[in-house]
């Protein structure tokens, strides 16, 4: 299976073809996954006081963390780890209810592996590579052939027995999946340099002066923090990692760079294994929703007509828990007092009591009461909105309580004042800043 075919001097018959696609079955069979779903998230401030930003609600009804898994899933990857740390009590609980219907019987799992210091200096993750290396014993135990080292914050879809089939055909000791992006914009990621054969030549992070792709003078591939390694060759770099005092025990810093000239080492393109909506244009979706900008833009892209991520797709769904609520309902009908929603999604459980909702998206048991607006907004789980309230381009954190009359969005200075604005304008609303307001 490590052969390249394109070496090869005639082109693969069919049955080439079908026992290279039963190879790829088998290697996903013996693929163990590992989400990296420890991390705080400290960019998306408030946000993440409670929670880490894997368990941070999108899109109305799952966790970011759902994106990851769910790929897995779909891809028929049916053995899965997720590392926590950070404040994991939510992301916890959120696995255990929502992602316990694999069966062990045959070998399907979602395991939950905790940061417990394990290793002789008795140290908390100190990088990704570390968090993958305080449980050697339990990834060795499960014996397999292939590691899939995942991202578990970021919002994409992706079929990942293409990426497993492009590391067999390359005869790679891993691969590094790897997004287009335009040169200009290269700048804030860690940005892989490759030849003409998608060789890894270089890793360099946030350089002022992103090499280009070959043959794409304004773009650049930036590294999504997914790694497909031959599971043997991992243990032993890591092992190595662990004996060198000047590492700072992380994949893309450390582990990769060390690796250049070393190995074969593969950029894997996501357009190739990016699942695209049956609308989709050349441009694969992945998003890094770390910022309140960034978080607040992807969830109100779902509002669009037809979004860019295609949530309502049957044949690669997102897999989430979600609590039994009736179905959204919007009462009054008075010239002035009219429960509505125009461009937007609203999920289970809320109540639009006579207020008006513009190109937002509300999370379940939301309550939006009489004669106030919400516009441009992300309204998290368990919000009552008062009387007479306006927003406009916020993001409510969940179990606010709005009160009547309130007004953000109209005025930057007493925005800011109150509350946390961000450099373009979206205004972050939590019940501890609430609880400060002198009304």
Same mark, same amino acid.
């Given at each position: 299976m490590a052969q390249d075919s394109r070496s090869s001097s005639r082109p693969p018959s069919v049955a080439d073809e079908l026992a290279f696609a039963s190879g790829v079955n088998k290697a996903m069979r013996g693929t163990l996954a590992l989400v990296l779903a420890g991390g705080r998230g400290s960019r998306l401030l408030d946000l993440t006081d409670k929670e880490s930003k894997p368990a941070v609600p999108f899109g109305g009804k799952y966790r970011i963390v759902d994106f990851p898994l769910s790929n897995c899933i779909n891809s028929g990857l049916r053995r899965i780890c997720v590392l926590t740390q950070y404040k994991a009590h939510t992301l916890i609980h959120h696995i255990q209810r929502?992602?316990?219907?694999?069966?062990?019987?045959?070998g399907?799992?979602?395991?939950?592996?905790?940061? $417990?210091? $394990?290793? /002789?200096?008795?140290? @908390? #993750?100190?990088? *990704?590579?570390?968090?993958?290396y305080q449980n050697i014993e339990q990834i060795q135990l499960h014996g397999a052939e292939h590691i899939l080292v995942l991202?578990?914050? +970021?919002? #994409?879809?992706?079929?990942?027995?293409?990426?497993?089939?492009? +590391?067999?055909?390359?005869?790679?000791?891993?691969?590094?999946?790897?997004?287009?992006?335009?040169?200009?914009? !290269?700048?804030?990621?860690?940005?892989?340099?490759?030849?003409?054969?998608?060789?890894?030549?270089?890793?360099?992070?946030?350089?002022?002066?992103?090499?280009?792709?070959?043959?794409?003078?304004?773009?650049?591939?930036?590294?999504?923090?997914?790694?497909?390694?031959?599971?043997?060759? =991992?243990m032993r770099v890591l092992e190595e990692d662990a004996l060198d005092p000047n590492s700072s025990r992380d994949f893309g810093k450390n582990i990769l760079p060390s690796l250049l000239g070393r190995c074969r080492m593969v950029a894997h393109r996501f357009q190739e294994?990016? &699942?695209?909506?049956? +609308? /989709?244009?050349?441009?694969?979706?992945?998003?890094?929703?770390? *910022?309140?900008?960034?978080? @607040? !833009?992807?969830?109100?892209?779902?509002? !669009?007509?037809?979004?860019? =991520?295609?949530?309502?797709?049957?044949?690669?769904?997102?897999? *989430?828990?979600?609590?039994?609520?009736?179905?959204?309902k919007f009462v009054f009908d008075e010239d002035e007092r009219r429960g509505m929603a125009v461009d937007s999604v609203l999920a289970a459980g809320c109540i639009v009591s006579g207020g008006a909702i513009r190109h937002s998206l509300l999370f379940h048991d939301v309550r939006v009461n009489s004669y106030s607006v919400i516009e441009h907004s992300v309204i998290l789980p368990a919000v009552d909105i008062g009387r007479h309230a306006r927003l406009t381009k916020c993001v409510?954190?969940?179990?606010?309580?709005?009160?009547?009359?309130?007004? &953000?969005?109209?005025?930057?200075?007493?925005? !800011?004042?109150?509350?946390?604005?961000?450099?373009?304008?979206?205004? =972050?609303? *939590? $019940?501890?800043?609430?609880?400060?307001?002198?009304?």
């Open positions: 929502g992602w316990g219907f694999l069966r062990a019987e045959v399907e799992f979602v395991e939950l592996w905790p940061a $417990q210091q $394990q290793t /002789a200096a008795g140290s @908390w #993750y100190q990088g *990704t590579a570390d968090a993958v991202a578990g914050d +970021h919002v #994409y879809r992706q079929d990942y027995s293409k990426m497993m089939a492009s +590391h067999l055909r390359t005869g790679a000791d891993v691969s590094v999946a790897c997004l287009e992006v335009r040169r200009e914009d !290269a700048t804030a990621f860690g940005v892989v340099d490759v030849d003409d054969a998608d060789t890894i030549i270089g890793f360099l992070e946030k350089p002022a002066d992103p090499p280009c792709i070959p043959g794409k003078p304004d773009r650049a591939f930036a590294s999504m923090g997914i790694y497909l390694f031959n599971a043997d060759f =991992l294994s990016c &699942v695209y909506p049956p +609308h /989709a244009t050349d441009e694969p979706y992945w998003r890094d929703v770390g *910022t309140i900008d960034a978080y @607040w !833009a992807a969830n109100l892209d779902l509002a !669009a007509v037809t979004p860019d =991520l295609d949530l309502y797709d049957p044949a690669w769904p997102i897999w *989430t828990y979600q609590m039994q609520r009736p179905g959204a409510v954190a969940a179990g606010c309580r709005i009160p009547a009359g309130l007004v &953000v969005g109209e005025d930057p200075e007493a925005d !800011a004042q109150r509350f946390t604005r961000s450099a373009s304008g979206v205004t =972050l609303i *939590t $019940q501890d800043m609430l609880d400060k307001l002198d009304l």
